[in-house]
């Protein structure tokens, strides 16, 4: 009772002086809402960063071109004139004995068009086991698979964006689109996937606007899209020495990329060290490539991430820390207003125990207040950073949690000093003061 007590005349003090109350409570009202904010960002870039490594693929090490410039494309075309190839796949499936998937794959040039009108697409060639290593949401129909590679077969999957394209109305599944001079076959449609960047180097494209070719079909029938990975003159070089000699052996032909996927996770750093032995030694030490390891990439986010949070919390609890000496404040001159209140009571049998409860229950149903403002001024921080910033927050249990206890604790923590002053306060003198 004596709880119940001392709460209705914590919240009698409050409404006695509204405009008081509200200015103490602004710094805690205010801290709240700037963690809550804070931390909502934090776990949406953390949300971010997780679906990202999961498109790329945590138990897969990626080997892609690298562009190279001036001296040194110079000498990649002396040691290493097609960069990464097919037979580099073939090795690595060869030599790594991690290795349970090495998946080849080769961005082409061809014109994706409908009643001669251009569709917007990326066209690429690759093996049955790039669906699985690359988590392809297929919708529709199947993959390409060994026969389509192993008969050079006219058959393509398209990406939900193509398909909405060429086929709004109607079923995709054993139509036909053309591709440069020649027509292919539908066989599957991909699900809706929404695009996100893997990094620099490894941007992680939209598939939604992918055409995929079986690999033998794509490297006879286009040539290799190489203007984003190597200087235009190199690129050039390459189509004119393919129509001066004709197609060289397969495992000679270039290849945008190479995906190789490992038995764990944790293999991915021993499996990334075999590969760059392996292509060091067949490129001769001309490194035109590069390897990511999204498994790595997740440890070294997540690192980066508490970082982040650590330094936004102690940033955020800075308004905390001033709304408790705010509170500190006003509470220490009420002490001095109430002192003939506080008189009476320990005339009439309170306890300095029961002073200074009295005011530590105030103090915490200001700052408790305070909290649930700020956690409504924080959720609409967090949605007006999401609209304006196109940033994605995410306001969890934990967080509202977490400030709740914290603007409690400053309560509790900056109110027990006025509350020990009022307490030590002598029932003569208090009696006395005016």
């Keep these: 009772m004596k709880i119940i007590s001392a709460l209705m005349a914590g919240f009698r003090e409050m ?22 904010g ?68 080769c961005r082409v040039f061809a014109d994706a068009t409908t ?19 690359s988590r392809l949401p297929l919708d529709e129909g199947r993959f390409v698979d ?23 109305f109607r079923d995709a599944l054993g139509e036909t689109i053309r591709l440069g001079d020649e027509d292919y076959r539908v066989v599957g449609v991909l699900g809706e996937r929404h695009a996100v960047a893997g990094g620099a180097s490894f941007a992680l494209a939209d598939i939604n606007e992918d055409i995929y070719l ?3 079909t794509a490297m006879d029938r286009f040539p290799i899209y190489l203007e984003q990975v190597l200087p235009t003159n190199t690129s050039e070089l390459y189509r004119l020495w393919d129509r001066l000699t004709g197609r ?20 991915t750093v021993e499996a990334a060290l075999v590969t760059r032995n392996v292509l060091d030694r067949r490129h001769k030490d001309i490194r035109d490539y590069e390897i990511m ?71 915490l149903v200001m700052t408790s207040l305070g909290g649930v403002l700020g956690i409504g001024l924080g959720v609409e921080l967090a949605n007006a950073i999401s609209s304006y910033a196109k940033w994605k927050t995410i306001v969890s249990g934990e967080a509202v949690a977490m400030s ?21 306060i002598e029932p003569a003198e208090a009696l006395r003061a005016e």
Excluded at 149 to 168: D, H, M, Q, T
Excluded at 252 to 261: L, S
Aim: charged share 20%.
């Design 15 to 36: 409404w006695a002086h509204k405009l008081r109350s509200l200015l103490t409570m602004l710094g805690v009202i205010f801290g709240v809402g700037s963690v809550i």
């Design 38 to 105: 804070m931390v909502s960002i934090g776990a949406g870039a953390r949300h971010e960063a997780l679906e990202q490594i999961k498109q790329l693929g945590v138990d897969v090490v990626r080997v892609q071109r690298r562009a190279l410039t001036g001296e040194l494309a110079g000498e990649a075309l002396k040691k290493s004139p097609n960069g990464l190839t097919y037979g580099d796949a073939e090795a690595l499936r060869t030599l790594c004995r991690f290795a349970i998937q090495v998946v080849p794959v």
């Design 115 to 133: 009643d001669s009108e251009p569709i917007p697409s990326r066209v690429y060639g690759t093996v049955p086991a790039y669906a699985q290593v």
């Design 146 to 168: 060994e026969e389509d590679v192993k008969n050079n077969g006219r058959v393509c999957v398209l990406g939900a964006a193509i398909k909405r394209s060429i086929f709004p």
């Design 214 to 216: 079986p690999l033998t």
């Design 248 to 267: 060289p052996p397969l495992s000679e032909r270039p290849v945008t990329g190479i995906i190789m996927q490992v038995e764990r996770p944790e293999q």
């Design 293 to 363: 390891i999204p498994a790595e990439l997740l440890r070294q986010r997540q690192q980066a991430q508490r970082i982040f949070n650590i330094v936004m919390g102690a940033i955020a609890s800075i308004s905390l820390i001033v709304g408790g000496i705010g509170i500190m404040n006003i509470m220490l001159a009420t002490v001095t207003q109430r002192a003939r209140e506080i008189g009476i009571r320990r005339c009439v049998g309170a306890s300095r125990f029961d002073i200074v409860g009295q005011f530590l229950v105030e103090a």
């Design 404 to 424: 709740v206890a914290v603007a409690a604790a400053t309560g509790l923590l900056f109110g027990l000093y006025p509350a020990m002053r009022a307490a030590a």
